[in-house]
Nanobody, 123 residues
Framework: VQVEESGGGSVQAGGSLTLSCTASGFSHSAYCMAWFRQAPGKEREGVATIDMNGRTSYADPLKGRFSVSQDNANRTLYLKMNALQPEDTAMYYC??????????????????WGQGTQVTIAS
């Protein structure tokens, strides 16, 4: 399985970015996919999750600004980020794994990870 993120870059505060993630070789019908981020000097934190049925969850501070979606046909995961602020600057990682009960929400351990894509927000 190869997980690969793309779409990172530098934008001004208030701008938007959409990240993409593909998981080649990952074809499980019951799965969780997630976005995490890690800022310099800080611990990795969960951003959003989505499962095989399209159920989503978000870190509370990001609700309303970030939106996770997927294209099942292409097994591509997206993260739409709006109203970006300098504190959103971080390396953003995509992760994938089997789904297990009860849900993907709050799950931190994933089997497959990408290398990350850098998002930098200028004030």
């Amino acid at each position: 399985v190869q997980v690969e993120e793309s779409g990172g870059g530098s934008v001004q505060a208030g701008g938007s970015l959409t990240l993409s993630c593909t998981a080649s070789g990952f074809s499980h019908s019951a799965y969780c996919m997630a976005w995490f981020r890690q800022a310099p000097g800080k611990e990795r934190e969960g951003v959003a999750t989505i499962d095989m049925n399209g159920r989503t969850s978000y870190a509370d501070p990001l609700k309303g600004r970030f939106s996770v979606s997927q294209d099942n046909a292409n097994r591509t995961l997206y993260l739409k980020m709006n109203a970006l602020q300098p504190e959103d600057t971080a390396m953003y990682y995509c992760a994938a794994d089997f789904w297990f009960w009860p849900s993907c929400k709050d799950r931190k351990e994933y089997q497959y990870w990408g290398q990350g894509t850098q998002v930098t927000i200028a004030s």
